[in-house]
Every structure is written in structure tokens, then in C-alpha cells.
């Protein structure tokens, strides 16, 4: 299927693809817009003004995917409280690691194209991943 | 600065219209748009520095105007004078330095009162906090920008500087006797 969402992607985009690529479809390919007019009628828009998956009722995109396709699995949610904080911050969840979250995606922001960031952060967001299952098992930090 | 600015920079403007009642998503949007250090340049149109993040901070706005019943549209534009550009950047400097100074308040409040070490780092860490909220919405910095930054950080110091006390000489770490011990001589040329 065919994703689309705005070009010069951030934290929010980054972790969306990065979920839709692992749990809604494995062979998700992603197109990027300057504007909503531009997205092609056979694609799905994310977190793009007027999409369905984008920002409602003060969730991030990455929530409302979550919800969309019924994900309730805690550790998605524990990296979504880091993305909504990284991407909104208005401390509606306790992620301290949401500023270093920021820092990065904007860094890479400066020096990387929207695909060469998504190859990079796919890993970062699967040991995040891992890290937050563990702790989640173990109730305490993994390592 | 010597280096003259060739032309005005790119602004993303915010016009939007709410209708006055219910009061609770203006105050929302409004509360959104003081904590992104928007200009406001007249009733319903506010503007930023024009860039990736300003420029998606105000469209989530816009959406949310649209949401709660209201019209909002995103523009970017550019002064046609450098004196606009400069009184626009003036009144956002202005404003932030305001933040500032409230906050060198506190820290020096702080700073003065007898507080327990223990009291002191949390409140370095909220006055930090309040820091940084000031600085992300900071475009053209203040001097009041360094100040408070001294002024956060001699709170942080404060329970450091209490905890200091002389070292027994017992606990002084062994020093070698001689250099020569230690170190290899320098060959002499």
C-alpha cells in the first residue's frame, strides 16, 4: 500500500511509519507532500491536515494510528507517550525522553532526506521498542 | 552585528476566527499560541519566523480553529521593509525578556532564601524547566536570555557549593612522593 505525509518528517512521522511498517503493512511504501492536495487518491494520508490518521482531540498521529487500528499493546503505548511529548510537548504524559527524541529528529532533520531518515530511525524505534518491553516485564530499567 | 541583511526573512502567518462563544477553545487556542511566542499582529492573525516546525506548530492551530467551529488559514509571507521585519522582532525579543526577568526573579528569591540543599535542586529543576519552555519559543534571543540562564544556574550551584566542605586529610587521595616517581622524565634534547 501507499502511505503519504508531509515531507521534512519529524518525530511524529518518523515513529508512524515506523509503526505502520511493523504492524499495519509489512510493505508500506512512503511518499512524501508539501500539501494535503497533492496525496494521490489510492494512497492513505498520515498526519497530514484533514487525514483521518493525523491529530485529533490533542493525540498525536502515532496515537490516533494506535486507536485506528485497535494496537493496545502497553509498549506502543509507552512509546507513544515519548512521541506525543516529543512532538507536542504540553506534558499530558510523564516521558522525559521525549527532549532527546526531539534533539535527534531535528538534527537529522538538518542533514538527511525524509527516506534516508526513515532507514535510520526503523532500528532506533526497534530498540526502543525492546527496551520499553523489557521494562515493562521487569517493572525496572532493562539495562 | 556589522553584516547587512539583504533582504526580509520569511514569516508563516496564522489568520483564524473563533466565534466568541464558547469561551473554552478560544482560551485553548489562545494558551497554544502563547506558548509557541507567537506575534501578534492584529485580532486573529499572529505570526513566526517561517521554518519546518513553526510553520506545522501553526497548522495543528489552525486545524483546531477549524475543529472547534472557527475558519483558519496558514500563509507564508515577507515584509516588504526590514523596519517591519525588525519591529515584528522587537516586540517577540521584548516579550520573551519580560519571561526572563520574571524568572531571574524567581531564581533570585531562591537563591536568598535559607532553603535545604534538597529544596534547592528541585527547585532548580523546575526553574530549568520554565527555562526551556521560555527558550524554545525564543527567535531573536534577549540579553535577558544569558542572564537567566546565569541566574538558573546559580541555584543549580547553591546545594553543591553548601555540600562543599573541607576535606579531611585522611581521605585526601595518596599523592606520589616525587615526580620522578610517577611521571617518565622528559628526555632533554
Redesign the interface.
Known amino acids: 500500500m501507499k502511505w503519504v505525509t508531509r515531507e521534512r518528517i519529524h518525530i511524529d512521522r518518523a515513529a508512524c511509519a515506523w509503526l505502520i511498517r511493523r504492524y499495519v503493512d509489512r510493505d508500506a511504501e512512503f511518499m512524501f507532500v508539501s500539501d494535503p492536495a497533492e496525496v494521490p487518491d489510492e494512497a492513505t494520508a498520515f498526519d497530514i491536515s484533514g487525514a483521518r490518521l493525523s491529530h485529533h482531540g490533542g493525540d498525536c498521529s502515532f496515537e490516533t494510528i494506535l486507536r485506528h487500528f485497535d494496537l493496545d499493546d502497553p509498549v506502543l503505548w509507552r512509546i507513544a507517550a515519548i512521541v506525543h511529548e516529543a512532538d507536542l510537548d504540553d506534558q499530558r504524559y510523564d516521558a522525559p525522553e521525549a527532549a532527546g527524541m526531539d534533539l535527534l529528529l531535528r538534527g537529522l532533520s538538518l542533514t538527511l532526506s525524509d527516506e534516508e531518515i526513515l532507514q535510520l530511525t526503523g532500528p532506533v524505534f526497534d530498540g526502543i521498542y525492546e527496551y520499553c518491553r523489557r521494562s515493562l516485564l521487569l517493572g525496572r530499567e532493562p539495562s | 552585528m556589522t553584516s547587512v541583511r539583504a533582504r526580509t526573512g520569511e514569516w508563516v502567518l496564522l489568520t483564524y476566527r473563533l466565534p466568541r462563544e464558547p469561551s473554552t477553545p478560544r482560551s485553548a487556542v489562545w494558551r497554544k499560541l502563547k506558548k509557541l511566542g507567537v506575534a501578534q499582529i492584529s485580532d486573529g492573525l499572529v505570526a513566526l519566523p517561517a521554518g519546518?516546525?513553526t510553520r506545522?506548530q501553526l497548522?495543528?492551530v489552525?486545524?483546531e480553529v477549524a475543529d472547534a467551529g472557527g475558519t483558519a488559514a496558514i500563509w507564508l509571507a515577507r515584509p516588504t521593509t526590514r523596519a517591519q521585519e525588525d519591529q515584528l522582532a522587537l516586540t517577540m525579543a521584548a516579550a520573551r525578556a519580560a519571561e526572563y526577568q520574571v524568572l531571574i526573579a524567581a531564581a533570585t528569591v531562591v537563591a536568598s532564601t535559607g532553603a535545604d540543599a534538597g529544596a534547592r535542586v528541585g527547585a532548580a529543576r523546575r526553574l530549568r524547566n520554565e527555562l526551556?519552555a521560555i527558550q524554545?519559543r525564543d527567535y531573536f534571543p534577549p540579553a535577558d536570555r544569558d542572564q537567566a540562564e546565569a541566574a538558573v544556574q546559580a541555584v543549580a550551584d547553591l546545594p553543591r557549593q553548601l555540600l562543599a566542605r573541607p576535606r579531611r586529610r585522611g581521605v585526601q587521595p595518596a599523592r606520589p612522593a616525587s615526580k620522578s616517581a610517577t611521571w617518565p622524565v622528559q628526555e632533554t634534547p
Open positions: 519546518a516546525r506545522e497548522e495543528w489552525a486545524e526551556r524554545r
